[in-house]
């Protein structure tokens, strides 16, 4: 893959103070040029077992932005197009300041429509594996819908399942029940997301599919504009936010490692790091194969580097 690029760790713009999360910082903008929006930066910062790593990845944020915006507009167009709040990644169009140095915005940088974000993770499985093949393996079900007998670690399930949670703003998501998320938002709208929530995630599981990947499961995050309609924000089918898998190691009885932190995972777990503490630097080697499996998902997906 090609040489290492400086990382972006933070940033601290004069657009009044950020919503940091684990990735992204997140600014309240009024552009002049497309009203109030969001600016949304994704850093290098990785997390592992809710913590933020100290160590980032370069160009990972490129990589999120760039598969974020190639699935959004895949998605707006065809027989069923979704509505999504991206308005522009080119931050020379986003009507910024003009003393704001756009180079450490460039690549990673998304100008959204604001919306309410409903508060609940859309999450939808195609494949056995994380969360759910814990709970199978202990009870046959996953979230709660009984699956049949005799599935494999890293299965196809029968059909995709729409398994929604609740958004934690620290900590893991914590997966509900269907009519407990409908008692919360109303059945129409519940039942609304969860049609879209399993219509994308098939349309992207069949673009995945034709370039070598599984993608096993992912979590999409809706909102409302004023008028109500329900839109698609945050990231869109990335390797933070779903499984993908390569097509030729699914199936074979096990799960198979993602194109994602998995070697950071595995090195974790191997360091002897408690998950309680501060979490270690990460070697050169891991944060070298971790970069090049994001761009590799990068390459595969949208066809090109970020």
């Known amino acids: 893959m090609s040489s290492m690029t400086a990382t972006?760790?933070?940033?601290?713009?004069?657009?009044?103070?950020?919503?940091?999360?684990?990735?992204?910082?997140?600014?309240?903008?009024?552009?002049?040029?497309?009203?109030?929006?969001?600016?949304i930066?994704?850093?290098?910062?990785?997390?592992?077992?809710?913590?933020?790593?100290?160590?980032?990845?370069?160009?990972?944020?490129?990589?999120?932005?760039?598969?974020s915006a190639f699935w959004f507009d895949l998605l707006a167009h065809g027989p069923r197009p979704v509505a999504h709040h991206l308005i522009t990644t080119?931050?020379?169009?986003?009507?910024?300041?003009?003393?704001?140095?756009?180079?450490?915005?460039?690549?990673?940088?998304?100008?959204?429509?604001r919306a309410d974000v409903i508060p609940f993770e859309c999450v939808v499985r195609g494949w056995l594996a994380g969360s759910g093949l814990t709970e199978y393996r202990r009870a046959g079900t996953v979230c709660g819908m009984p699956l049949p007998a005799g599935l494999a670690p890293g299965d196809r399930l029968p059909t995709p399942i729409f398994t929604p949670a609740t958004k934690?703003?620290?900590g893991h998501d914590e997966n509900v029940p269907f009519d407990t998320m409908a008692a919360a938002i109303g059945a129409e709208l519940a039942a609304e997301l969860r049609a879209k929530s399993i219509d994308v995630y098939t349309r992207g599981a069949e673009h995945a599919a034709a370039r070598g990947i599984v993608?096993?499961?992912?979590?999409?995050?809706?909102?409302r504009l004023p008028d109500g309609s329900v839109i698609l924000v945050d990231e869109?089918?990335?390797?933070?936010?779903?499984?993908?898998?390569?097509?030729?190691?699914?199936?074979?009885?096990?799960?198979p490692d993602s194109f994602d932190k998995?070697?950071?995972?595995?090195?974790?777990?191997?360091?002897?790091?408690?998950?309680?503490?501060?979490?270690?630097e990460l070697p050169a080697d891991i944060v070298a194969r971790t970069?090049?499996?994001?761009?590799?998902?990068?390459r595969l997906l949208a066809g090109r580097l970020p």
């Open 236 to 255: 869109v089918l990335t390797p933070d936010s779903s499984r993908f898998w390569p097509a030729a190691d699914a199936g074979q009885g096990r799960v």
């Open 8 to 39: 972006v760790v933070r940033t601290d713009l004069p657009l009044g103070p950020p919503l940091r999360g684990k990735v992204r910082d997140c600014y309240r903008f009024t552009s002049p040029v497309h009203g109030e929006s969001l600016l």
């Open 215 to 223: 993608l096993a499961d992912t979590k999409f995050e809706w909102g």
């Open 41 to 67: 930066v994704s850093t290098d910062r990785i997390s592992a077992f809710d913590w933020v790593l100290p160590t980032p990845i370069p160009d990972k944020g490129k990589v999120l932005t760039a598969i």
């Open 262 to 280: 998995q070697f950071v995972r595995d090195w974790l777990e191997s360091s002897g790091w408690d998950k309680a503490s501060p979490p270690p």
């Open 291 to 298: 970069r090049d499996k994001y761009l590799e998902a990068c």
């Open 168 to 170: 934690a703003a620290s």
């Open 90 to 113: 080119d931050v020379d169009a986003m009507g910024l300041p003009a003393d704001i140095d756009r180079g450490p915005l460039r690549g990673r940088t998304m100008l959204v429509r």
